[in-house]
Structures are given as structure tokens and as C-alpha cells.
């Protein structure tokens, strides 16, 4: 009985995450951050990093395809100095989820662009985590992004 009652609740703890949030209040923030989305897009095409430095919490740590770390500061200097560019920018497959005051987006992102490194056109799948602030600003602290490997493709 007892692990009757354990697998229930269980299986509750999803529903009550969102039954906090009324179905109002998660379309509104859906839609906002829908709107973060297309900013953040805007702001790299353009290389823009007013805006960037906006959406980036202070504490933001990417993990790159490569597979480095990126913090806020080392995103925005990419960015201002043309070491990261990107001409094209397509996202498709946007998912977003929310766990109380934390969204979790995931996409795909097909990208023409280059690095310091040089090309990195191609399709990637990617995960950024937003997180609302004490003044209740959705903030970015975490992205991550992998490469989408077609077959027989190599590093």
C-alpha cells in the first residue's frame, strides 16, 4: 500500500508543478518567452550586445558545441568583435516548458555562420534555461548547444 501511495504521488508531482500556474498566467509567459526568443535571435544576427547583455543573467555559463565554457562576459566580447558571426539563423521545433519561475526552451537551430575557428554552418539542437529575477525580468543563465551530425559526417 505504502508503495501504491509513494507511486501516486509521484506521479502527481508534474500536474502540481503547473496547476500553480493558471492557464492564463502560462499562456502570458509562453508568449513572453516566445518574444525573449526572437529578441535573442534579432540580437545575434545583428551582433547587438546592448541587447544580449540584457537578456544574459550576470551568472550566465554557456556550454558551446565544442564543448567549452562560455561565460556572460566571453559571449558578449564574441559578439563585439565579429569572432562569432552568424548570416542566417532559422529555429524550428521550439519547445518550452516551465517549472515554476524557471523556463526551459529547446529548438532547433539550422545556422550559416562562422567562428574564429572558422564555418560552422548547420543544423544544431540547442536548450536555453530562463530563470525570472527578483524584479520578475526573465533572465538567460544557461544555454547549451550540440551539433546535429548527418550520417557518415565526421568532427
Known sequence: MLVAALLILACMAPVALHAGMPRGQKHESRHEIDQLEETWRDAVLKSNTTVMDSLLADDYMAITAS?????????????????????????????????????????????????????????????????KDPQGAWKIVSFEVSKIREPGEHK
Not at 566580447?77 to 558571426?85: K, Y
Not at 542566417?88 to 574564429?116: E, H, M, N, P, W
Open 67 to 131: 564543448g567549452t565554457l562560455q561565460t556572460k562576459e566571453q559571449a558578449l566580447a564574441s559578439l563585439r568583435t565579429g569572432r562569432f558571426h552568424l548570416a542566417t539563423l532559422d529555429i524550428s521545433d521550439r519547445k518550452v516548458r516551465f517549472y515554476g519561475s524557471t523556463a526551459v526552451v529547446t529548438s532547433l537551430a539550422s545556422i550559416q555562420g562562422t567562428t574564429g575557428d572558422g564555418d560552422v554552418s548547420g543544423n544544431y539542437r540547442y536548450t536555453r534555461v530562463y530563470v
